[in-house]
């Protein structure tokens, strides 16, 4: 199971704003906390905004805020949100993509090991990827830039499994 960069983009974004409590943060401090581009960052924001993430506050003291306490937001939920599919193979997306399909072992396995994955993430809220707070505060706030040539491609879950 892959998910996208939105995807990972998103969690970051929730990591971040619930760090800050109900303090507002700009979309330029998640852009130079984490070295990624303000202009993907803009959607995100937008999209978790819509689906009830997220508050946003316009003007000059303006940014964002989570709607909700960590503790309702399951990641298992976001993911979902912010996944256009979770199909990781034609067959699982629509029905008629292979000739074995009415007979194949490996369709159903792949449909379960789908929703084993969703499980694990249902398990876990936002308040459980903060957790490390002192250490996320210092590598998000107390160094504003990451190192150039991070790779920002890393699945974030990774490192929330631990």
Do not use: W
Not at 134 to 142: E, I, Q, V, Y
């Amino acid at each position: 199971m892959r998910l996208t960069i939105y995807t990972d983009f998103a969690l970051r974004v929730l990591i971040q704003v619930g760090l800050n409590d109900s303090e507002l943060t700009t979309i330029n401090d998640i852009a130079q906390s984490f070295d990624i581009s303000k202009h993907h960052l803009m959607k995100v924001v937008n999209e978790l905004s819509q689906k009830g993430y997220l508050e946003t506050v316009r003007g000059r003291k303006g940014g964002i805020r989570l709607m909700r306490k960590p503790n309702d937001i399951n990641i298992g939920q976001v993911v979902r949100d912010t996944e256009e599919k979770l199909d990781v193979i034609g067959c699982l997306s629509r029905r008629g993509y292979c000739r074995i399909e009415r007979v194949c072992v490996l369709r159903g396995l792949l449909c379960d090991a789908t929703e084993a994955f969703l499980a694990v993430l249902d398990a876990h809220t936002l308040a459980d990827l903060l957790k490390p707070q002192k250490a996320l505060h210092s590598l998000l706030f107390d160094q504003r830039a990451p190192a150039r040539g991070a790779d920002v491609t890393d699945p974030i879950i990774r490192t929330a499994a631990r």
